[in-house]
Nanobody, 116 residues
Framework: QVQLVESGGGLVQPGGSLRLSCAAS????????MGWYRQAPGKQRELVAT???????TYADSVKGRFTISRDNAKNTMYLQMNSPKPEDTAVYYC??????????WGQGTQVTVSS
């Protein structure tokens, strides 16, 4: 079992910055992929960014060049640096870890609201 706890959400102005964190309850052994997802009201959950055990990253086109995913293995923590957020980035952000065998765990989510 792995518990994932997101933090860092809140209200941010358009053009500002915000950093989300996702802390795992224990050291994770690879290979696995961690990722950030988001779900806006009335919409399906969508992928924002992923990072593999080897450090390879992928991003949704809507956040490329603005968001950066990273990981600190020593702290068992993943981050999402959100720069120049837009109102359409408003959503509940979830973190996930998944292994190739199919086992996966989700965090409880953290609300991000982009508004002036």
């Amino acid at each position: 079992q792995v518990q994932l706890v997101e933090s860092g959400g809140g209200l941010v102005q358009p053009g500002g910055s915000l950093r989300l964190s996702c802390a795992a309850s224990r050291t994770l052994f690879g290979p696995y992929t961690m990722g950030w997802y988001r779900q806006a009201p009335g919409k399906q959950r969508e992928l924002v960014a992923t990072i593999t055990t080897g450090g390879s990253t992928t991003y949704a086109d809507s956040v490329k060049g603005r968001f950066t995913i990273s990981r600190d293995n020593a702290k068992n923590t993943m981050y999402l640096q959100m720069n120049s957020p837009k109102p359409e980035d408003t959503a509940v952000y979830y973190c996930k870890v998944a292994w190739t065998r199919g086992t996966a765990y989700w965090g409880q989510g953290t609300q991000v609201t982009v508004s002036s």
